[in-house]
């Protein structure tokens, strides 16, 4: 097309096909000498452009001039598109009552076909008013014209925008047979950002199904349509947030939704889409524990949904905000009232989200004491409980878990936790990557930790043993899905590997990298975007835990796991046939004080410290008071085994006094440590020794067990390669590898091992079909976790033990590399001589000279697993 035919009508359309050239080809029409209808035309297609992806002042002054050339061409089907155009952008830019008026005189001026297309555009902008059933009527009435026109594109765009209408009602499989309908239609355009969008839609439809892992990649995919149409992506911001949230990652959607804000802001967007990024940034914020965050923004989004007539939007955020106030402590009669006002009003919009207002108005009420009002408020609550997506089910079993507690019902509590849980399980086996899995937990944590406390007050130590197992660990539970062979994410793997090395010789050699680093992080982000888009493939009902035989595979053996109940800790002393519970201190107190103990090894690392070694000293001993309490005096002369919450893994249990010359493992779960007993090492015992460069002592003890073993796979210098380290390392008896650990706290499955070629990070890991029967670990910081979820870990060693490691001996803060190598050699000296890891690690630790710095660097590592 040229600007000089008489197609300049086909501009419209090229709007969301080629957005670039239609906006080129508006403007050439306009430096020419236009018609007042190629000019409204042209004036038309410039206003859609800033409208959806520019400045919304810039697109009101086109649209105006649009709708007078209109006028004076004397078309009034032409005055009649333009003012569906031009009410759009006025309620994007927050003027509903007077973008409402232009489609009424739009709907008046109009007829037939072009009166269809009007009514489209007045449905759209009904959802985004969140006016549903008004938006169902105009798409009703538009849809058969459409189709009588045989006019594909508004066709296919009124049947996804009745899907999406049909989504935030809850209906999502008439969402989904619409968007089908939509995407078949699609499929005979050239309409890519039409198409683009469709392919959004569809990821949002799949995650109100339930379907993270689908939902991502149809995101993701949707993103580089819109890459490559070099369009803004806000509303893809706003739904991306959302299955983040839903995915246990409301940190990112934070970060994600402020930063779209920012931009949105810097290009005067529309005002529509700012106030749904700010909904969207205070939920993610109340889920990240950041109350302030989530009442500022929820607060500044009541005030402009209000200020856009937008009721619906605005009854959502004020659920939003009432919850934010109720998570920073305020709790009062009128906030009762106020949540028991929203959930009225969402129940009369037909919003999935009514049981959760019901939910808090119920919370309220019982933190007040008002029992009767909670009953009234949950009961509703609570019939969300049976039907829909795995997430609303939630929030009804978390109200009837409620009801029961106030009920004084121990068994009812224990039964809807249960049911609970079990609804949560089939979702969180949905997913395939074990960081999802992990972070979903975060929505059973209710659940748990309200069963435990039924568990204390009515079953016995025996019954809280069972429910604390219940969601502990439970990524370990089930072996994960392994990476598919996809050569997008194998070639983005070497790629991060490359460039991470070559960051890490920049930073030795003192050059800046920041160029290097923004190209790390990128592959980062496309390595984990391929790993989340997994699906899960494991059964649901995983291993249930029976105390009954975890008290016959102890023997001897002392587990002491500890419970957290309300912000005290209980350990349950598992041995001799019975359970028992002793009281010991507050969770905060004993965190604090184990970042204190961390803080003083760090300086007993190094020579010249040993003034601190009695103040370390005496930190272990209040340490065991807060861990152990009683409980310490009666665990018996044979091994421990602890069994941590994720909050206290960083604790090096060792140096507790009556801890301190036993036999000693730890433990994820007492699960995991009953499938570590029953895992059989591999047949042929092959052994293999690992040293990456930069070590300060050069990995000294390497070539001596490479001595002491006989023949065993050495891969030292330049041989010490992430594949080849992989291939050796897969179903090995014993796995020693002295190489640098790097903890990434913000993004724990990139934890790595420097070898010669780049990290070998948890992602590599898991390609293993598997891992080491026994792995060593002689370097800083490999035992560091990241505690996510309700009571999940993430890092090297979690990453091993479902992978078929049964024993783990790794290091949970930085040691002292000269010191370290003595114990490494009497550590596998007791393993020549058949003990096991906890066995030789503690011998190890005896054998080596009582000065600070080796006294330091034994309390460090730790044994993990039964191996």
Known sequence: MTAGSDSVLDL??????????????????????PSPFRASVAHQVIGMWQRDFGDTRLALRHLR?????????????READVLGTLGVALVHAGRTRQGLEAFERGVARGTGHTRARVLYRRAYVWEVLGRHREALEDVRRAIPVLRQADDVIWTARALTLRATVHLALGAVDRADADFAAAEVLWETTGQEHDKADAVESRGLAAFRSGDIPVALRLLDDAEERYAKLATPTFVLTIRRCEVLMGAGLAPEALAQADAAIGVLDGIGGQSTRKAELLLVAARAARLADDPATATARAALAVRLFAG???????????????EARV?????????????????????GFGSPAAPEASLLAGRIALALGWRTDAERHLAVAARSRHGGPPLAGMTGWAAQALRAEAAGSPRGVLEACRRGLDVLDDHRMTLGASELRARATAQGAELAALAQRASLSSGGPRRLLVWSERWRATVLSTPPNRPPADPVLLSALTAFREIAARAEQARTEGRPIPALEREQRRLERAVRSRTLHMRGESPGDGDRFDPARLLARLGGTRLVELAVLDGRVHVLLCGQGRVRR????????????????????????????????????????RLEELLLGEAARHLGSGPVVVVPPGRLHRVPWALLPALRERVLSVSPSAGSWLRARGTEPPPGGRHVLVRGPGLATGGAEVPELADRYGRPTLLEHDDARVPRVLTALDGAALAHIAAHGTFRSDSPLFSSLRMADGPLIVHDFERLDRSPYRIILSSCDTARFASVGADELLGLVTALLPLGTAGVVA???PVNDAAVVP????????????????????????????DAVHRATGWAFSAFGAA
């Open 12 to 33: 419209l359309p090229m709007v969301f096909a080629a957005p670039g050239e239609a906006l080129a080809g508006a403007r050439q029409v306009l430096a020419g000498d």
């Open 65 to 77: 001039r649009a709708r007078d050339l209109a006028a004076r061409a004397e078309s009034a089907e």
């Open 308 to 322: 856009q007539r937008r009721t619906w939007w605005e009854t959502h955020a004020r659920l939003v905000l009432l």
């Open 327 to 347: 998570t920073a402590g305020r709790v009062s009669g009128r906030l009762v009232g106020d949540a028991a006002a929203v959930a009225e009003r969402l129940a």
């Open 582 to 621: 002793f009281e010991a201190g507050l969770l905060a107190e004993a965190v604090t004080e184990a970042e204190y103990v961390q803080a003083g090894l760090r300086r007993l690392a190094h020579p010249g410290a040993e003034a601190r070694l009695p103040v370390v000293e005496a930190a272990g001993r």
């Open 811 to 813: 290091s949970s803060a």
């Open 823 to 850: 114990l490494m050699l009497a550590l596998h000296q007791g393993l020549g001589s058949g003990l096991s890891l906890a066995e030789a690690l503690r011998d190890a630790r005896a054998a080596q000279p009582g």
